[in-house]
């Protein structure tokens, strides 16, 4: 099997124009697949491939001219139009459905109330086979070509297919590392082909980029175009709001962030505020904030940013994307997720189920969205059989960016998991804590949102319902290094009622020869904690 990095080698220019395939298979995406007659798509053809099975030929050599930047450079290699075009529609609204907005639109509900997604024009998609698509965005991987060099914009015919290269808003965002978890798979579960796809690895340390360079790229381009768009607002956890303040500092666009007081890390606190965001502190919890926001930005025309808006979760869905991708396009069996507004579970399966589609693979993976018990909407629903959602009133949790009771997108993350065979775990503290040392003693060092993920695992390896050889990747969501102050206090063991029992606390010893060494040869004599 082929590792991540063979991804870097690919060779075929970023700027080839799509070749047709000869007989576009149907998509159950269509919302209007009556077209008998395809027509023959308009290309100006300036690809190098000669044809879709062939290997790519080697990338020629383009050197910019010293005072071209990316940007400039990107324009002059722009590529032709394809016909490539996207919409918001009501979320799952069935094929009689005529309502649709325009991208440009400033729109974050349908007419009824419901959620919306982006839906792209599949029958102009299909016209290029897999194994094009496949090419396409395997030729991208590790460049420097604006706007490709990002692991969300390489896939940018399936993202905002006709927002112009000159106004996204990028980090070069994605590409992150998926790898083979070999210790603690062998030693924790006795499993031999367990990835973590490390999505914390990136710009402000969290998945929330993804989505927030296609959100910030949206708006840039709205301003643009003079639409009433004055600044770009969220209610956050955390993460969400760094990646905002982040890329609006970047565009050079007002961010206004709406946190619950006392409920977010010190880490992701600094963050909007070293980016120049209006940060609002709000004496209430995260479903608080995220009423607020709603209420605000239907009065002030200020954008949101949530995951409300589809749009971020156009960016999100590119992380499954890239696993296949890095997995040479061979399909895992299970993809485990932590949960809490739930855009993200969806924006996983609609990564994969694109991929299917469009016939890049054959199957999609089965998803396990993990929550902590503090705050367990979606589990609930599932384990009453999926009968009525309630939402809850999230309690404390070291997961903190998870303490949600209210989730916008529970709609959408119970269609993704009837759709996937998919299954909801929860973990308490003590299992996501617990879970988080012992990854972290096999040299990880995850977020407590990872530990939930994989305490999913664990009961699932346990209950035999994840079998030991199955490939299975887990979803790691945040940098571990944004929630330290949950790690101190477990492993200075001051976390009431619970026992740490993976606790490893520094030794405090003289300055003195004899000390250090009588402490050394104890710990020398002990048996090791672990074997590998
Ligand atoms: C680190 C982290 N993990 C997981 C999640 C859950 O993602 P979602 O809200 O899309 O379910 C969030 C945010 O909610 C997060 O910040
Ligand atoms: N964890 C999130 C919560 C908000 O989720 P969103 O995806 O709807 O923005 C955060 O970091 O704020």
């Excluded at 060779?11 to 697949?33: E, G, Q």
């Excluded at 696993?323 to 993809?335: A, G, K, M, S, Y």
């Excluded at 979606?378 to 009453?384: E, R, T």
Aim: glycine share 6%; charged share 20%; proline share 7%.
């Amino acid at each position: 099997m082929a590792s991540s990095s063979s991804l870097f080698h690919a060779s075929l220019s970023s700027f080839i124009d799509p070749k047709p395939k000869p007989n576009p298979s149907p998509s159950p995406f269509y919302r209007n697949p009556v077209a008998k007659h395809r027509p023959s798509p308009i290309i100006t053809c300036t690809s190098t491939a000669s044809n879709n099975n062939s290997p790519p030929p080697a990338a020629p050599k383009l050197r910019r001219a010293v005072e071209e930047n990316i940007r400039d450079e990107a324009r002059r290699h722009r590529p032709s139009d394809k016909g490539f075009s996207a919409k918001y529609v009501p979320f799952n609204a069935g094929f009689d459905s005529a309502e649709s907005y325009s991208l440009d639109e400033i729109v974050y509900r349908s007419r009824s109330g419901g959620l919306l997604d982006v839906e792209h024009d599949m029958e102009a998609l299909a016209k290029f086979d897999g194994a094009y698509w496949r090419r396409l965005f395997d030729s991208r991987v590790g460049r420097t070509t604006w706007p490709y060099g990002s692991g969300v914009w390489s896939k940018k015919e399936w993202v905002l297919p006709e927002i112009d290269d000159d106004d996204i808003i990028s980090a070069f965002e994605g590409n992150s590392n998926l790898f083979w978890a070999e210790r603690f798979g062998k030693q924790f579960l006795g499993m031999s082909d367990l990835w973590v796809k490390h999505c914390g690895i990136s710009h402000t340390g969290s998945f929330k980029d993804l989505g927030m360079t296609v959100l910030v790229s949206q708006v840039n381009r709205l301003r643009k175009l003079k639409r009433p768009v004055v600044g770009v607002g969220c209610a956050s956890t955390g993460d969400t709001s760094a990646a905002l303040s982040a890329y609006c500092a970047s565009a050079g666009i007002p961010s206004i962030v709406f946190l619950p007081a006392n409920k977010i890390s010190m880490a992701q606190l600094v963050q909007p505020i070293a980016n120049g965001a209006f940060v609002l502190s709000i004496d209430t919890d995260f479903d608080g904030c995220m009423k607020l926001i709603r209420e605000i930005t239907a009065e002030l025309p200020i954008y949101l940013a949530n995951s409300l808006n589809s749009l971020r979760l156009e960016g999100q869905k590119t992380a499954a994307i890239e696993i296949l991708q890095q997995f040479d396009w061979e399909v895992p069996d299970w993809v485990i997720v932590p949960g809490g507004n739930l855009g993200n579970i969806y924006a996983f399966y609609k990564g994969f189920k694109m991929c299917k589609e469009l016939g890049l693979v054959d199957k999609i993976p089965r998803l396990v969205c993990a929550q902590a018990a503090n705050a367990n909407p979606l589990y609930l629903h599932y384990k009453s059989g999926w009968k009525e959602f309630n939402p809850v009133k999230a309690n404390s949790t070291f997961a903190s960016a998870i303490q949600i009771g209210d989730p916008v997108s529970i709609d959408r993350a119970v269609y993704a998991l009837k759709n996937c065979d998919g299954i909801v775990e929860e973990a308490t503290e003590e299992e996501l804590m617990d879970a988080m040392a012992q990854a972290d003693s096999t040299g990880m060092f995850i977020c407590p949102h990872t530990g939930v993920a994989l305490t999913a695992l664990i009961k699932l390896r346990k209950s035999g319902v994840i079998a030991p050889g199955d490939r299975t990747v887990v979803v790691s969501t945040a940098h571990g290094l944004k929630f330290t102050q949950s790690k101190i206090d477990y492993h200075s063991k001051v976390i009431p009622e619970m026992e740490c029992r993976f606790a490893n606390p520094p030794v405090e010893v003289r300055a003195n020869f004899g000390a250090v060494m009588d402490v050394l040869k104890d710990f020398l004599n002990k048996p090791p904690k672990c074997k590998a």
